[in-house]
């Protein structure tokens, strides 16, 4: 308790909105205006799709910062829907995890980062692929060989990663003289706002790991709300900005058609050849970074499972790097389905995949708010969601909203994620049933 409460006195609202920011701005903003616009067709419902996935993340980090002060313990995700719904559910939120949501994520990162640095270099378009495996293997070594590494990485990236987001918004809107509003995408797909919402949470995704920090704030009640409040509106309003300005210098359906390449050409356009790929080479940092995080911190939950006896060939994804002291068995594993997913579909692909698994788990942590409630009538919580019970409302239909769009629009993603979850079952119970015989033996 008394190291608990040292840690609290550390993190105060600066740093607890800026843990937001960090973790949350990545990839997507460069990487998503384009499939924003073609799944709605036109510029205006485009910046409503950034709008309601900005509502959606806001109430959910709202509601999962409820959670969190509950049940402050490591694991984060995982770690909550163990307490609430039992071992089993828990279990089947740390395989998806491990199996679909960390190496797609993984996957999708490296794809993008790959796909810019072919363009900035004029490499051949294959060879994408070969960047982005190479990068995702660069960091996974890299982080084997200690987190001090990773740490300096993800410093670095944060500073990186908001230069090219404060150059473009503020040049483009007023540099720009593209019409901004109601301007068709030139894409003759059908319309999908549940497509275009979810192509923004890919951008908004990150946002629970804010939540891991209650138990080290100074004044949780206070700090976590108001941090989250303003991070996640920093973010929107970035967001916003951004496309506003891209739309400004870029006509809708030329950022449609340039895709993951359209922020590089809108850099290109408002500071030159040289200027554009000073910015491009930002929003690479940006998305080194990011990938870098989730390098570092999703083989955790892979070797945390292992540890506790819940994954097939427990004993060798637990092992620890004798010299180095991080989990490298776990960290292969993850590099490994990383690049798997990585040869067999796209960067957008995969970005969709992830946000459906890791939603169907987030729908449940929502409605767990209700269920710890109900438990503790004693109303001694160090924070409660503001507006209860709208805001978590507002979080499960976000969630519902997500899973039924996906389900409708990518039926065999969907389906896919379905089916690796299910297969956790079985896999469950053969687990839980060896580790009970090994419990009775010890005792015996």
């Known amino acids: 308790m008394n190291t608990e409460a040292h840690l609290k006195k550390n993190v105060g609202f600066a740093v607890a909105t800026s843990l937001v920011v960090g973790t949350v701005i990545g990839s997507g903003i460069f990487m998503k205006p384009g499939i924003v616009i073609s799944a709605t067709g036109n510029s205006t419902l485009a910046l409503w799709a950034w709008v309601?996935?900005?509502?959606?993340?806001?109430?959910?980090?709202?509601?999962?910062?409820?959670?969190?002060?509950?049940?402050?313990?490591?694991?984060?995700?995982?770690?909550?829907?163990?307490?609430?719904?039992?071992?089993?559910?828990?279990?089947?939120?740390?395989?998806?995890?491990?199996?679909?949501?960390?190496?797609?994520?993984?996957?999708?990162?490296?794809?993008?980062?790959?796909?810019?640095?072919?363009?900035?270099?004029?490499?051949?378009?294959?060879?994408?692929?070969?960047?982005?495996?190479?990068?995702?293997?660069?960091?996974?070594?890299?982080?084997?060989?200690?987190?001090?590494?990773?740490?300096?990485?993800?410093?670095?990236?944060?500073?990186?990663?908001?230069?090219?987001?404060?150059?473009?918004?503020?040049?483009?809107?007023?540099?720009?003289?593209?019409?901004?509003?109601?301007?068709?995408?030139?894409?003759?797909?059908?319309?999908?706002?549940?497509?275009?919402?979810?192509?923004?949470?890919?951008?908004?995704?990150?946002?629970?790991?804010?939540?891991?920090?209650?138990?080290?704030?100074?004044?949780?009640?206070?700090?976590?709300?108001?941090?989250?409040?303003?991070?996640?509106?920093?973010?929107?309003?970035?967001?916003?900005?951004?496309?506003?300005?891209?739309?400004?210098?870029?006509?809708?359906?030329?950022?449609?058609?340039?895709?993951?390449?359209?922020?590089s050409t809108a850099a290109t356009i408002l500071f030159g050849k040289m200027g554009g790929n000073l910015l491009t080479i930002g929003i690479l940092i940006s998305i080194f970074g990011c990938l870098n995080g989730k390098v570092l911190t999703f083989p955790r939950i892979t070797f945390a499972m292992a540890e506790n006896g819940l994954l097939p060939a427990s004993k060798i994804f637990a092992k620890i790097h004798p010299k180095y002291q991080t989990p490298m068995m776990a960290t292969l594993l993850q590099l490994g389905i990383a690049i798997l997913m990585m040869l067999l579909g796209s960067a957008d692909r995969l970005s969709d995949i992830a946000i459906f698994a890791v939603f169907s788990f987030y729908g449940l942590a929502f409605i767990a708010v209700f269920i710890l409630r109900k438990r503790n009538t004693e109303k001694t919580s160090l924070y409660q969601v503001p507006f209860f019970p709208i805001t978590p409302i507002v979080a499960i239909l976000g969630a519902i909203y997500i899973l039924g769009s996906t389900l409708m629009n990518t039926p065999k993603d969907a389906i896919l994620s379905i089916i690796i979850a299910l297969i956790g079952l079985p896999v469950y119970t053969i687990l839980n049933s060896k580790n009970k015989q090994k419990t009775l033996a010890k005792a015996s």
């Open 52 to 263: 309601i996935g900005g509502i959606i993340t806001l109430a959910s980090g709202l509601t999962i910062a409820e959670v969190s002060v509950k049940i402050p313990k490591t694991g984060g995700l995982y770690a909550y829907i163990e307490e609430v719904y039992g071992k089993m559910w828990g279990f089947l939120c740390g395989w998806v995890q491990t199996l679909i949501y960390g190496p797609a994520i993984m996957g999708a990162l490296g794809l993008y980062f790959g796909s810019l640095v072919a363009a900035l270099f004029g490499f051949s378009e294959s060879s994408y692929i070969y960047i982005g495996i190479i990068t995702v293997l660069f960091l996974g070594f890299m982080n084997i060989l200690g987190t001090q590494y990773g740490g300096f990485i993800q410093t670095v990236s944060t500073i990186g990663k908001l230069i090219p987001i404060a150059l473009i918004a503020s040049f483009g809107i007023f540099q720009g003289d593209v019409q901004i509003l109601n301007m068709d995408s030139g894409d003759a797909r059908s319309f999908s706002m549940g497509a275009a919402v979810l192509a923004t949470l890919w951008a908004y995704d990150g946002w629970m790991n804010v939540g891991y920090m209650a138990g080290e704030m100074k004044n949780p009640s206070k700090t976590l709300p108001r941090a989250i409040i303003t991070g996640i509106t920093i973010v929107i309003v970035s967001y916003l900005t951004v496309n506003i300005a891209m739309l400004h210098v870029l006509p809708a359906s030329k950022i449609v058609e340039l895709g993951p390449n359209a922020a």
